[in-house]
């Protein structure tokens, strides 16, 4: 039923704990699991950077790119010994638009993310990633949740990492 998981990852630790519940759907019903790490569109500097992704994704302030790419290394590290396959991709762009774009393109048949619960008057203003893709997206999406947000992992990659959020 869920063969094809698209897991929107972003270092926190709700992102993780998305990774793995994927991974186990993933299993239960001999699926994959592809992590995408979607870079914000602002600041970006024009020069491109060759990371093996096509097309280049540019090169951003801080090393954004860079950034993303740790982040999807240790997350898939975190999951890895699971025995399915998972792959990676970093993106660029609107986060939930790239997302919802991605899964219909790529014929997802669900999309695993974290939801940060963020609620009142910024969660109406501001609208949340997960609450976007839930809106917007061509297949069903399993959101996760954990108490306290944190990001560990986006942390050890970035001693300076809110200015990534």
């Not at 024009?46 to 097309?55: C, E, K, L, M």
């Not at 669900?110 to 609620?119: F, K, P, T």
């Amino acid at each position: 039923m869920f063969k094809k998981i698209l897991v929107p990852v972003d270092g926190s630790d709700q992102s993780v704990q998305a990774a793995k519940v994927a991974v186990n759907v993933a299993d239960k019903h001999g699926g994959c699991v592809n992590l995408l790490y979607v870079i914000r569109p602002y600041a970006f500097e024009y020069s491109r950077v060759d990371t093996g992704i096509n097309p280049p994704v540019p090169e951003l302030p801080g090393g954004a790119s860079n950034v993303g790419q740790q982040i999807l290394e240790k997350i898939q590290q975190e999951i890895e010994p699971s025995g399915i396959e998972i792959t990676t991709e970093l993106n660029q762009g609107n986060p939930a638009e790239v997302i919802c774009e991605k899964a219909q393109a790529g014929n997802y048949d669900l999309i695993v993310m974290g939801s940060r619960g963020l609620g009142g008057l910024r969660s109406s203003l501001l609208g949340s990633v997960s609450n976007q893709v839930s809106h917007l997206a061509s297949c069903p999406v399993l959101l996760t949740r954990l108490g306290k947000e944190e990001h560990k992992i986006l942390q050890e990659v970035v001693p300076n990492y809110q200015i990534y959020l």
